[in-house]
């Protein structure tokens, strides 16, 4: 085995270890009869092979290639620049790694806006070329034929309503949506017409937890909360908050779950001195030759030293 093969045999063989031991897959139907057992949906983003391996391998039901990836892997100040080939390219290294959960596409800003054919054409691609089973779109009342259209073409489709980062200009800024009456009629009226165009879910971000629980008791589909209180059918964060590596201030609704930036800048450090201090890579970590080619290597540099004497 060659050094250059190490990493695909490793994968390879961790693959066929998970396939033996792992839970069954979650499917669509699943989230379903979860909100109808109360169950709650347990829901993260994910953005990469190695982050989204972890993800599934905790039981996490629905894994979501998220457009936040602007911010908080590229790290730019909204999401609306992200393009479709760059959530592709992302939605794949997820894909990749997803055994048992589902894999969700955020479609990202411009991607359904101009047309209903565009929309439609863009989530097809997330389906055919990235692998992923449902595609997420915000907006309400003025998505309605863009979720027919594609529950017509077999694509899965989770709403988003309340505080829709792709909405930052009209919004001016990330501010909890549906606190007035009229906004929270909107809100409801904008669920219960989702469910009705044929959405599998919808996510609730950024509102009251009343106007939450309400929506989420009008409904037969799935509810999934983020910054919209405890009464939804399930929850979601964006996967660098969960672990602070999002390097901005959370919002009031992220809780930190643990320190992946402590644990990361002591890595990082440690490695750094061991680097300064010649203490890595020591003899275990080198390879050697053989006894005879060591042997004319040294004859050879003596017999250097001794011309340049
Ligand atoms: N790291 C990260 N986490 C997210 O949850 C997230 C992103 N990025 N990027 C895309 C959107 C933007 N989101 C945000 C960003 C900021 C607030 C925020 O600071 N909200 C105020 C609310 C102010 C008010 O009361 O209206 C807060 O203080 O919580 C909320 C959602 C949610 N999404
Ligand atoms: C926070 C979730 C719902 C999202 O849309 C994203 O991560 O882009
Ligand atoms: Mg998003």
């Not at 050094?3 to 379903?32: G, I, Y």
């Not at 863009?122 to 259209?149: M, P």
Request: net charge negative.
């Amino acid at each position: 085995m060659s050094v250059t093969n190490f990493r695909s045999t490793d994968a390879n063989a961790s693959t066929d270890e998970r396939a033996s031991s792992s839970a069954t897959k979650v499917t669509l139907p699943h989230l379903q009869t979860k909100k109808h057992q109360r169950q709650p949906i347990t829901a993260l983003t994910a953005y990469d092979y190695a982050t989204a391996r972890l993800v599934d391998e905790s039981g996490i039901d629905m894994v979501l290639v998220g457009d936040s990836l602007a911010m908080v892997v590229m790290g730019l100040d909204s999401t609306l620049a992200v393009t479709v080939d760059e959530m592709l390219h992302h939605t794949r290294a997820v894909r990749r790694a997803v055994r048992r959960a589902i894999v969700v596409a955020d479609m990202p800003f411009g991607s359904y806006h101009s047309s209903v054919a565009e929309g439609v054409g863009n989530a097809i691609r997330f389906i055919k070329e990235a692998g992923a089973e449902a595609v997420k779109i915000e907006g309400g009342r003025n998505r309605l034929e863009l979720v027919e259209r594609l529950v017509d073409a077999e694509v899965p489709v989770i709403g988003h309503l309340g505080l829709t980062p792709q909405s930052l200009h009209r919004m001016g800024g990330y501010s909890v949506q549906g606190k007035s009456m009229r906004a929270i009629d909107e809100l409801m009226r904008d669920a219960t017409s989702l469910e009705h165009a044929g959405a599998t879910a919808v996510v609730l971000e950024g509102m009251p937890r009343e106007v939450a629980k309400h929506i989420t008791a009008d409904l037969s589909i799935p509810t999934i909360g983020i910054g919209a209180g405890p009464d939804c059918d399930g929850q979601i964060l964006v996967f660098h908050d969960l672990v602070n590596l999002s390097f901005s201030k959370p919002a009031k609704f992220v809780r930190q779950f643990g320190d992946a930036a402590a644990l990361f800048r002591s890595a990082i450090g440690s490695y750094r001195e061991e680097v300064l201090q010649r203490s890595f890579p020591a003899e275990a970590e080198s390879y050697h030759l053989g006894k005879e080619e060591r042997a004319t290597l040294e004859e050879r540099a003596a017999a250097k030293f001794a011309i340049a004497r």
